[in-house]
């Protein structure tokens, strides 16, 4: 079992940056795939990034490619998701999740943390 905690959430101008962080406790996630999502409020949940366990390969959405950059230290067991350049687009609560392979749905997710930007 794989408990995600994200933080790093919270109110920016637009044009700012956040750092989102995801802990990952109860089991290592080196070779887990990481994703990060998104709810904005009315739409449903969509794909922000992904980041393998093997080699780090990584994938973005076209909305925030160029913008948002996923990384993760696997000493740690964490995954981080950097935001520039902020959009009120933007705003929603962002999740992460953890799957054992590179393929297939997420099997793990966290609680999500609030990320709102101002125009």
């Known amino acids: 079992q794989v408990q995600l905690v994200e933080s790093g959430g919270g109110l920016v101008q637009a044009g700012g940056s956040l750092r989102l962080s995801c802990a990952a406790s109860?089991?290592?996630?080196?070779?887990?795939?990481m994703g990060w999502f998104r709810r904005a409020p009315g739409k449903e949940r969509e794909f922000v990034a992904t980041?393998?366990?093997?080699?780090?390969?990584?994938l973005y959405a076209d909305s925030v490619k160029g913008r948002f950059t996923i990384s993760r230290d696997n000493a740690k067991n964490t995954v981080d998701l950097q935001m520039n350049s902020l959009k009120p687009e933007d705003t929603a609560v962002y999740y992460c999740?953890?799957?054992?392979?590179?393929?297939?749905?997420?099997?793990?997710w966290g609680q999500g943390t609030q990320v709102t930007v101002s125009s």
């Open positions: 999740a953890a799957r054992p392979s590179s393929i297939g749905s997420y099997t793990y």
């Open positions: 109860g089991r290592t996630i080196s070779m887990y795939s």
């Open positions: 980041i393998r366990g093997s080699g780090g390969v990584t």
